[in-house]
């Protein structure tokens, strides 16, 4: 037996004749001892080999239990989900109408005033919303107008459509979703560490009833920042202290009057340790007293702990330990039944923290509702940072919902 | 009804699934899955059903279908286990062939009789090939690819099943005392061939071997049962294709019966098995065109807009597990229906379920069609776009596969499709005439095409012996397939 398992293996055509047939009793096996010979059928004469067809017999097409199979193999997948419930008032700044400043903001050493303007184009956008951003890179021709060179970005610098371009009272946008808007270089003195970006003048928000958030004053206008701009991904309003776009519908700032139900979420991102600033808040134009706020909070636990204020200036604090260095986008949802109910916070779908015991957000009339910074008659307490999406609700919602939302803000889905 | 995902350890179930007992008979428990095993020959009681509970003597089995059923997939497991095999042994006429086949039809036998209606996926999964790689003098390590062809045709012949999915585990590398196996290249690269892909062939040279090389660890078992269950989880969608869908299908391909595509697709939810009713349901539609489903080149589809569901109202649905698709309104005539890896909870006045923009697929993952038919067949279905239904098609054989560069041998063959196929019964059709088609010593595949020459190639499928040998593919010897 083992030497006819040498001779197989010493003689190729004796694996091709098992091939040729597919037969699979290897010598040896019960009921298939073989025998020797020499040749193999229809290969003539020479060495020995060992056919095994002699117990085998010839199987064809025909009887095979196997026929020839065309085959495909279909699956069906399919991906359910459920969404979130219809916000009160959404502001998701990816999908936003935005509209855009007529002053571009401006950074570097005593820059002049950038302008921008519609041309034959128009500054409102929605989803395609360009970050328009110019730097200058080239002064060795002279640093007035018509001498410094500027470079232009449409996706708020992550990339430069053009280069070295000679400033100009008047530079109509060539290519790209701006295309025919007109940044506008006055005469002035312009030198290399100076940058201007595109600001938003108004936002109309996204939950189906675009209540107007706008601010009039380009100083105090957001700067809009591209999605490749952010360390999120996600397009957002950059405020940098002291800005703020404000809502005066009724519709929005009566949703906290009277200690109501409420729920507010909102994804962010702190980019300075603020002592304090606001993300978001209603408050009445007569009277400091009538502000409440939500924003952020660094007394003493980081960048990322988050603070809210009621109307009579009580504030609680959560604990996140968060470090105070982190710019990571964070979601913060805020919730409470109302009437003296007790506030919730919990940090990206994390557990409840926070304020415990019993506390009223206030019933004190306002008149409206800003995101960046308090819009009351006193100085105000300002944001850092970027924000991306607001939602609020005139009610407290439950866990699973609250669930929901954190995916829709981390996600930027509805 | 559920769909429920039979695995298939056959041929052979090796050896070492269990780690603490390499070749033994099943003893051990698995929770919540349904598990067959049989120790061959049948020196050990026939087929058991053996409910397994986890304990400390895992396995890969173990491993296996907990994993598989933390992710919602409803999974039996079949495993005809002989230690110390050569994977000529598991084709047609082998060793142990007769004796698999036998327990692998009573298992299948006392599967359906359980869950009676139920859907069902095939997969198979290969573990043998460690004693083809060492001892090539008993083996045939370079027919590897074929026998196992062999035996998953046998299989799935003599249990009137198709296949889903085929899923293969590596052979070690390394065998004989640490030295690499004598053919563990070669097996190897015939089980990446058998396998398809290399998304359904797990490499395990980084696991936990014991000496030697030939059987895993307990802690090596434990590392494969897991990375098997997720090779399959990600290349598993969970949902199905309705058999009366399939044989519809095949009836337009063989220009049996033209299949007029819906009107409007509808989306019906359901909660353990049973519709959604009251509380505000309703079904939500698609109309079925270009602007809802997505046209497609490749052997996936999508739908481009969601499905929306109205908002619950005056109650909860539930936990929604399982979203079914109907060409009418009131769920009769079924497309095809998915388990959801994350089922949804809809609670009243909360959320609106919705099925998203892209979140339904429609896939064909790889087979004899063609991209270009198979593309035109989903467009059909789903889409309602035109595919034209051919008279006359024409047979070759092949030496490799066409869509590989085979080349051709002999000539093309007409073949009038009507008069040729069977209706399609069970998601397949078979040959009701013999096509007389001359012998090609060379012939390895037999390939289907629109025209008697040149044109373009529908089908390809392997011989299952080469070469043919009676100048015909007899009637019954040939047939089309949904699986």
């Known amino acids: ?414 | 009804m559920t769909v429920r995902h039979v695995l298939w350890a056959g041929f052979p179930g090796q050896s070492n699934n269990y780690g603490t007992n390499p070749g033994g008979s099943g003893s051990q428990t698995l929770a919540a899955v349904d598990y067959y095993d049989v120790l061959l020959p049948s020196t050990t009681p026939a087929l058991t059903q053996v409910l397994h509970a986890l304990d400390d003597t895992h396995g890969k089995d173990f491993e296996l279908g907990k994993a598989l059923n933390a992710a919602g997939y409803k999974t039996i497991i079949v495993n005809v286990c002989k230690g110390s095999t050569y994977a000529n042994d598991w084709i047609p006429g082998g060793t142990y062939y007769a004796a698999g086949i036998a327990e692998m039809q009573r298992a299948w036998t006392l599967i359906q009789a359980k869950y009676p209606g139920d859907t069902f996926i095939h997969h198979h999964i290969a573990d043998q090939g460690e004693e083809d790689a060492r001892y090539p003098t008993s083996g045939i390590p370079s027919l590897w690819a074929s026998n196992f062809a062999q035996s998953h045709a046998g299989l799935a012949s003599s249990l009137g099943i198709t296949f889903s999915k085929i899923w293969i585990n590596k052979t070690h590398s390394t065998l004989n005392n640490g030295t690499p196996g004598l053919y563990s290249t070669l097996v190897n690269s015939l089980q990446l061939q058998a396998a398809g892909s290399a998304s359904h062939f797990l490499d395990r040279d980084g696991y936990d071997w014991e000496p030697g090389g030939l059987h895993l660890t307990t802690a090596g078992y434990i590392q494969n049962g897991q990375a098997l269950a997720a090779m399959i989880i990600a290349g598993t969608p969970m949902g199905t294709i309705a058999t009366a869908k399939k044989n519809q299908l095949l009836n337009h391909q063989l220009n049996k019966v033209t299949y007029t595509p819906a009107a409007t697709i509808y989306a019906h939810a359901y909660v353990a098995g049973v519709r959604v009713t009251g509380n505000g349901y309703a079904p939500a539609s698609l109309t079925n065109n270009t602007t809802n489903w997505t046209h497609t080149t490749t052997r996936t589809k999508v739908n481009a807009n969601p499905f929306n569901f109205p908002g619950a109202s005056g109650g909860d649905w539930g936990v929604v597990d399982e979203i079914r698709l109907y060409e009418d309104l009131a769920g009769t005539d079924e497309i095809g229906r998915c388990t959801l890896a994350s089922p949804q909870n809809v609670v009243n006045g909360g959320a609106a379920l919705s099925v998203l923009a892209g979140a339904v697929t429609l896939a064909d993952s790889g087979s004899g069609f063609s991209t270009a038919k198979m593309a035109s067949l989903l467009n059909l279905l789903l889409g309602g776009e035109a595919d034209a239904q051919l008279a006359t098609v024409y047979w070759q054989y092949y030496q490799g596969a066409q869509s590989t560069g085979g080349t051709p041998q002999g000539g093309r063959v007409a073949v009038t499709q009507n008069t040729t196929w069977n209706d399609a019964s069970n998601g397949i059709a078979s040959t009701s005439a013999d096509v007389t088609i001359a012998d090609q010593a060379l012939a390895t595949w037999l390939v289907e095409f629109d025209a008697a020459a040149a044109g373009n190639m529908l089908f390809e499928a392997a011989l299952p012996v080469a070469p043919p040998t009676q100048g015909k593919v007899p009637a019954g010897q040939a047939r089309t397939l949904f699986a």
């Open chain 1, 1 to 414: 037996m083992r030497f006819a398992r040498r001779k197989c293996l010493e003689l190729p055509r004796c694996v091709d004749l098992r091939r040729a047939y597919a037969f699979n009793r290897r010598p040896g096996d019960r009921n298939n001892r073989g025998r020797v010979g020499s040749g193999v059928p229809g290969g003539g004469a020479g060495a020995p080999t060992i056919d095994f067809s002699a117990n085998l017999g010839l199987q064809t097409v025909a009887s095979l239990a196997t026929p020839v199979s065309f085959q495909a193999s279909l699956t069906l997948d399919i991906v359910a989900s459920v969404g979130i419930p219809t916000p009160d008032l959404r502001v998701q700044v990816s999908q936003a109408s935005k509209t855009l400043g007529g002053t571009m903001r401006a950074a570097g050493t005593a820059p002049p005033v950038v302008t921008l303007a519609a041309g034959t184009g128009s500054l409102t956008y929605g989803s395609n919303c360009p970050g328009i951003k110019v730097r200058i890179s080239d002064t060795s021709g002279g640093t007035g107008q018509g001498q410094a060179k500027f470079d232009i970005s449409y996706d708020s610098g992550n990339s430069w459509a053009h280069t070295g371009v000679t400033t100009t009272a008047s530079y109509s946008i060539p290519d790209g979703v701006a295309a025919g808007n007109v940044v506008g270089f006055p005469a002035g003195t312009y030198n290399t560490d100076q940058t201007w970006e595109g600001t938003t003048a108004t936002v109309l928000s996204t939950e189906g009833h675009s209540y107007t958030f706008t601010q009039a004053t380009a100083s105090i206008q957001p700067v809009f920042r591209h999605s490749a701009s952010t360390p999120d991904g996600k397009a957002a309003l950059f405020f940098a202290g002291a800005q703020y776009l404000r809502s005066t519908d009724a519709a929005v700032y009566n949703i906290f009057a009277n200690d109501p139900a409420f729920t507010l979420a909102y994804r962010v991102a702190y980019t300075a340790a603020d002592a304090l600033g606001t993300v978001c808040g209603p408050a009445n134009s007569g009277s400091s007293n009538k502000k409440r706020r939500f924003g952020q909070s660094v007394l003493g636990n980081g960048r990322q702990s988050h603070s809210w204020f009621n109307d009579a200036g009580t504030n609680a604090t959560n604990d996140s330990t968060a470090d105070n260095t982190s710019t990571s986008a964070v979601n913060v949802e805020w919730d409470s039944a109302g009437s003296n109910s007790t506030i919730q916070v919990r940090v990206n779908n994390g557990s409840n923290q926070g304020p415990a015991g019993t506390q009223n957000i206030g019933t004190l009339t306002t008149n409206r509702f800003s995101i960046g910074a308090e819009d009351d008659n006193a100085a105000g307490v300002f944001l850092s940072g970027l924000v991306y999406d607001l939602i609020l609700y005139s009610s407290q919602k439950g866990s699973s919902d609250l669930g929901n939302i954190n995916t829709a803000l981390a996600n930027g889905t509805s």
